[in-house]
């Protein structure tokens, strides 16, 4: 029998390699990270080599995975020392409802991870303007706040998450749904594997690996708002859209109530939104 695997369902930007991180920090732990990205840029993954053996690329792997997602999975029958998979699913990626079910369905838990919109298209901005998608060294940069970019990017990432509930809902297999922020307070990877698996039963019973160490480190710790060079007009344009309680960089919220909010159309002339979002393309560094 192969080893089971655990499925993470998550938005960009939303810590889901922090998560990956804490998990793998448990002995016996492999981690497949983006498996269905068609071109990951991340080299993180462990077993590339056997997974893509196969299909020789990761985009022929992510075309036939939408057909038979646990074929791509075989081989996993060929390793051994592995008592657990981690295999991320990011909203962009594997878009095939059927395709995700199946997943569920034989996953021996799923983890739903959701983060502060707000706080996430900040984090994909920096990364746009530092082209660093670690937020490593980012500390000398500022990005400018364009509605418009931000509706756009927060409704797809919560529309994601939505789309992510209803599935493993309707499949009745047990799962966690946690924010960025109840990550960041279990803090480790014992604390987060014994949250787990009192909420799922069925994952199996791993200890901590003693030579653990976190492969990606975050060095970028301000405040999403503190990352704004424009932070007047950010905080007018949340306000005006009903979310000025994003700024507190909360993660919890009412995704319908959430989406509503996020469906106004944003405002200002067809030449200010040019202006924006060329500024935002070109970008500013806050050294002067």
Do not use: C
């Amino acid at each position: 029998m192969p080893a089971p695997y655990l499925l993470i369902l998550a938005h960009s930007r939303s810590g889901s390699t922090f998560l990956v991180e804490l998990v793998r920090g448990m002995a016996g732990v492999a981690s497949l990270a983006e498996f269905f990205h068609r071109d990951p840029k991340s080299t993180v993954a462990d077993f590339t080599e056997e997974a893509l053996a196969p299909y020789g690329s990761h985009a022929a792997l992510a075309e036939a995975a939408i057909t038979d997602p646990l074929a791509t999975l075989a081989f996993r029958d060929k390793v051994d020392g592995v008592s657990l998979f981690v295999v991320k699913v990011l909203g962009q990626q594997l878009r095939d409802d059927r395709a995700r079910r199946i997943l569920i369905d034989n996953a021996a838990g799923v983890v739903v991870l959701r983060r502060n919109p707000f706080s996430s298209w900040v984090s994909r901005a920096l990364v746009d303007h530092s082209k660093t998608w670690t937020n490593a060294g980012t500390g000398k940069f500022l990005v400018t706040y364009d509605e418009a970019f931000f509706i756009r990017r927060a409704r797809g990432y919560s529309t994601q998450i939505r789309d992510f509930l209803r599935l493993v809902t309707e499949s009745g297999k047990p799962f966690v749904s946690i924010s960025y922020s109840d990550l960041l307070a279990l803090g480790t990877p014992t604390t987060l594997w014994k949250f787990l698996r009192a909420e799922m039963p069925s994952l199996p019973d791993l200890r901590l690996d003693p030579t653990w160490k976190p492969r990606v480190v975050r060095q970028d710790e301000r405040l999403p708002i503190d990352r704004i060079d424009n932070r007047n007009d950010a905080l007018a344009s949340l306000e005006r859209l009903g979310l000025g309680y994003l700024v507190e960089n909360t993660d919890t919220d009412d995704l319908e109530r959430l989406l509503s909010a996020l469906a106004k159309k944003p405002q200002g002339s067809a030449l200010d939104r040019f202006i924006s979002a060329t500024s935002r393309r070109l970008g500013r560094s806050a050294k002067k």
